[in-house]
């Protein structure tokens, strides 16, 4: 059973709107997100992470939301830019000694100019 | 070379071949990871290692075995795989393996395809 949701496979926005990407989890023990970016034929590369402690990381166009009480993250890209189609993984990692990534399956972005 | 390495970047096997694949961080992290991501899955992680020890294997097949020489360098030997076994393998390493909140950094990846 997949502990860390993402429920669309692709999104498409026009250049210059929002992005919003979701993601869902599971495991309560979950204590610090991060979403990663990965085009074809790369591997992924890290984009933002929020701790538990937290509801709101922002870094430049991105935000990123996290809705404990929901057990739901999002990651916004305003404005959106056609350089950031790609795939989207949201991971999460556990509290206690074993620290491991537990990903998504991934959103595929495409931002239409 | 900076960042993580990852060779081959593309492979093609026989089931009866025997191949490695070879994955160098030049980070000075001292934990490194193997992935498999097959199509339209969550990335699976494999095996972790900790300054060079193992500290995580997901019940991989032992038709894929690991081996961790030094901080830097992680192989991963294929034998006897099967055509379900195409998929890309991931590299990945960090500062350490149980430190909290800090991010992996992956390499491009090597395209298995078994035939």
């Known amino acids: 059973d997949q502990q860390v949701k993402q429920n669309s496979p692709s999104l498409s926005v026009q250049e210059g709107r929002i992005s919003i990407l979701n993601c869902d989890y599971t495991n309560s023990m979950f204590d610090y997100f991060l979403w990663y970016k990965k085009y074809p034929a790369e591997g992924p590369t890290f984009l933002i992470s929020?701790?538990?402690?937290?509801d709101k990381n922002e870094d430049g166009r991105f935000t990123v939301f996290l809705n404990k009480s929901a057990k739901h993250l999002s990651l916004h890209i305003v404005p959106s830019q056609p350089g950031d189609s790609a795939v989207y993984f949201c991971?999460?990692?556990?509290?206690?000694?074993?620290?491991?990534?537990?990903f998504g399956s991934g959103t595929q972005l495409t931002v239409l100019p | 070379e900076t960042g993580v390495t990852q060779t081959p970047r593309h492979l093609v096997m026989g089931m009866t071949n025997k191949k490695s694949l070879k994955c160098e961080q030049h980070?000075?992290?001292?934990?490194m990871y193997w992935y498999k991501q097959s199509a339209k899955k969550p990335l699976e992680l494999m095996f972790v290692y900790n300054f060079k020890e193992q500290t995580e294997n997901n019940s991989v097949p032992s038709r894929f075995s690991p081996e961790c020489p030094n901080s830097s360098h992680l192989f991963l030997h294929l034998h006897t795989l099967q055509p379900e076994d195409s998929a890309l393998y991931l590299c990945a390493s960090s500062p350490t393996g149980t430190s909290g909140g800090n991010e992996q950094f992956f390499g491009p990846g090597t395209r298995l395809t078994v035939l």
């Open positions: 980070l000075g992290h001292n934990a």
């Open positions: 991971a999460a990692l556990s509290s206690g000694s074993a620290r491991q990534l537990t």
């Open positions: 929020i701790s538990s402690i937290k």
